[in-house]
């Protein structure tokens, strides 16, 4: 059984930084793509940023220049960066994997995060 474990959010003012770290655990073969997401009340869930497993990065326009993706391969965690953080990115925020367990046949499965709450207030 694989698991996806978000830590960090919290409330934080204008203008300040967050780190949100996302912990894969289990029988995990190998982890490709993963991907932060971001769901505010009353919205759609949307991607914030995506990173490949060769370090590609893609980000939405809301948060480019803002928030950073990256990852460690030795240890499965993703992580994202927040800076200038802005009221707009209050939402609960999802990590998600596409990734291999030891499941036979193996194949590509998709896995999320509990979520974990981010809420920008002065």
């Known amino acids: 059984q694989v698991q996806l474990a978000e830590s960090g959010g919290g409330l934080v003012q204008p203008g300040g930084s967050l780190t949100l770290s996302c912990a894969a655990s289990?029988?995990?073969?190998?982890?490709?793509?993963q991907a932060w997401y971001r769901e505010a009340p009353g919205q759609q869930r949307e991607s914030v940023a995506v990173?490949?497993?060769?370090?590609?990065?893609h980000y939405a326009d809301s948060v480019k220049g803002r928030f950073t993706i990256s990852r460690d391969n030795a240890k499965n965690v993703l992580y994202l960066q927040m800076n200038s953080l802005k009221p707009v990115d209050t939402a609960v925020y999802y990590c998600?994997?596409?990734?291999?367990?030891?499941?036979?046949?193996?194949?590509?499965?998709?896995?999320w995060g509990q979520g974990t709450q981010v809420t920008v207030s002065s």
């Open positions: 998600n994997a596409d990734l291999v367990d030891t499941s036979v046949p193996p194949t590509i499965k998709h896995y």
């Open positions: 289990g029988s995990i073969v190998g982890i490709y793509v």
């Open positions: 990173i490949t497993s060769g370090g590609s990065t």
